[in-house]
């Protein structure tokens, strides 16, 4: 089965050549969710909000409490802005980081509630943690609208196992609870194709596939 692969720099850079075979092997390939599910964490660098920390850790020094590192809970630096006031780029800043933070929580709570139904009652399917995905030719420009990353290729696919197909508009709503996260997850894992658009439509691969060419590249988005 021939799909496409849009393959974001730096992560499994070496496998994508030309006529290169491999395989997926769900026991030890992880891909770029599960690290970021794994790597996510709820702090900034302190040296971004750089004049806010140095007057907090000098309060805390008066008062013999011990001072913030190289990281910091933005939650914190809003709390205290909001008492004493802060500039538009401060609090511009400070929206930003929180913004970045919440959105990973969204997708890391998602992925953990699908990974545990999927877990409990497909586990026969895929799992989205330890996937290739691809898409058809006709889902490339959708799928590139939905990847805000920078840079990435895209490469065209030989799968030579039965991939899992789904669809975008099945994952969970992330403004729903943990436990209905779980329960919707039962619409990814068995969707009814007759209703969805192609377009949208997402390949889980894993087993053996090989890289027939680099069919484009996106820099600097």
Known sequence: MELYHLHLLGNHDYLYEPNKEFTIDPDKFNNRIYKRIYDMNTTVNSSDFK???????????????????????????????????????????????????ILSEGINLRETAMEEYRRINT???????????????????????????????????????????????????????????????????????????DKTNEYLVQGKLRILEKVGEVRNR
């Open 51 to 101: 004049d806010i920390v140095d007057e907090l850790n000098h309060l805390l020094s008066i008062y013999g409490m011990g001072g913030f590192g190289d990281r910091i809970n933005p939650g914190e630096l809003i709390e205290y802005v909001l008492k004493r006031g802060c500039s538009q780029e401060e609090l511009i800043n400070l929206l930003k980081a929180s913004k970045e933070i």
């Open 123 to 197: 586990p026969n399917i895929p799992s989205r943690l330890h996937s290739l995905f691809a898409c058809s030719e006709e889902g490339i420009n959708f799928w590139l609208s939905q990847i805000r990353d920078n840079d990435l290729d895209i490469y065209r696919l030989d799968v030579m196992e039965e991939p899992f197909v789904s669809n975008e508009s099945l994952l969970p709503y992330e403004e729903l609870s943990y436990g209905d996260k779980v329960k919707a997850s039962y619409n990814y894992f068995h969707p009814k194709k007759k209703d969805l658009n």
